[in-house]
């Protein structure tokens, strides 16, 4: 599969190679555990500075609270009326009550229960934790959880201006742990297999070699499908900026310089033991044409469409992180 030609033509759709889901190039030999696994324990040692993503931006807002539980730590979010982002420990001092239940007045939480007022100053027995809004993700620092050397700020790679973007952030959850979410996302050669209704003629063109690779990062050539044959053919990087973050970026082809992050944010376990991750997805759309400039004032509309694609795909991905937690923590007891 070739890339589309440097002059962008009309249209960007082209013609993607016929064929069935049976009869495509096997990519299992080129899928190396050994490749997969060396990469994703480089992921793991990167710092993160105790950061962990928290929600979309759009999700935290002046008007009510917002809450999550990550890493077995209840957590409450808001902003105060200048727009800033405020996190603190989702429960109560006074006598535990919800918080994300209570409601925001004037840029301060209000327990629901007797009334307590709290704010980004704290409270006896109440301490917000530092939070962090990149225009599309809100993050939040837990030292006592990563327990690594805090960074000011999270790690976040480049985007595509925000005058020129359009953002949408999904989220789903599952029985997994973030490391098996990030090794989900390092192997790109499922992607044809795995997801033929999204993606065709899926090539791997550069893997990262030796015991410390630069650049680290694996480079696939692929066809995203539209409908029928007719396609987009771009290449696309993958790297890990983070422990818990894999950031695909479209290096050549339409759309160029458009990234779809993935977070793997630990939520806790369930009744059983078994650990439970959110998968939050960002993927951020830029294009020099026309068409997209025209669709960005239709933003509302086009959200909905990229979060149902993300839904989609992370329905079977979940199922692949899933299993790969199922045969890790089996191996465990084995062992």
């Keep these: 599969m070739s890339l589309p030609d440097p002059e962008p033509r009309r249209l960007p759709l082209r013609r993607m190679p016929q064929g069935t889901w049976a009869r495509q190039r096997p990519t299992w030999r080129e899928a190396s555990p050994k490749l997969?696994?060396?990469?994703?324990?480089?992921?793991?040692?990167?710092?993160?500075?105790?950061?962990?993503?928290?929600?979309?931006?759009r999700e935290v807002r002046a008007d009510r609270p917002f809450g999550r539980v990550v890493a077995g730590t209840e957590l409450v979010a808001w902003r105060t009326p200048d727009g800033s982002v405020h996190a603190g420990p989702g429960a109560c001092p006074?006598?535990?009550?919800?918080?994300?239940?209570?409601?925001?007045?004037?840029?301060?939480?209000?327990?629901?229960w007797h009334g307590l007022s709290l704010g980004a100053e704290g409270f006896p027995g109440w301490r917000p934790y530092p939070a962090h809004d990149d225009g599309v993700l809100v993050w939040v620092r837990l030292d006592h959880v990563g327990g690594e050397e805090p960074l000011g700020a999270p790690v976040v790679g480049a985007r595509p201006p925000?005058?020129?973007?359009i953002a949408a952030v999904e989220s789903l959850a599952g029985r997994c742990e973030p490391?098996?979410?990030?090794?989900?996302?390092?192997?790109?050669?499922?992607?044809?297999?795995?997801?033929?209704?999204?993606f065709v003629g899926l090539r791997v063109t550069e893997v990262p070699e030796g015991p410390d690779p630069d650049?680290?990062?694996?480079?696939?050539?692929v066809g995203f499908k539209v409908a029928g044959r007719l396609g987009v053919p771009v290449r696309a990087e993958f790297t890990c900026p983070g422990p818990r973050t894999v950031?695909?970026?479209?290096?050549?082809?339409?759309?160029?310089?458009?990234?779809v992050e993935t977070h793997a944010t630990p939520l806790g376990v369930d009744e059983r033991g078994v650990p439970r991750t959110a998968v939050i997805e960002a993927t951020i759309a830029a294009s020099e044409r026309t068409g997209f400039t025209l669709a960005r004032g239709f933003a509302g509309a086009v959200r909905p469409v990229m979060r149902m694609a993300a839904r989609r795909l992370w329905r079977d991905d979940l199922d692949y992180a899933e299993r790969r937690y199922l045969m890790r923590s089996r191996a465990g007891r084995q062992g």
């Design 162 to 165: 925000a005058a020129r973007r």
């Design 94 to 112: 006074h006598l535990g009550a919800p918080l994300c239940r209570g409601a925001v007045n004037r840029g301060r939480l209000l327990c629901r």
């Design 36 to 57: 997969i696994d060396a990469a994703l324990q480089r992921a793991l040692a990167r710092p993160s500075g105790n950061w962990y993503v928290l929600a979309a931006s």
């Design 215 to 221: 650049p680290d990062r694996m480079v696939v050539d």
């Design 179 to 198: 490391e098996d979410v990030v090794a989900n996302r390092l192997d790109p050669w499922h992607g044809s297999w795995f997801h033929p209704y999204s």
């Design 247 to 259: 950031v695909m970026r479209i290096i050549e082809g339409e759309g160029e310089g458009s990234v």
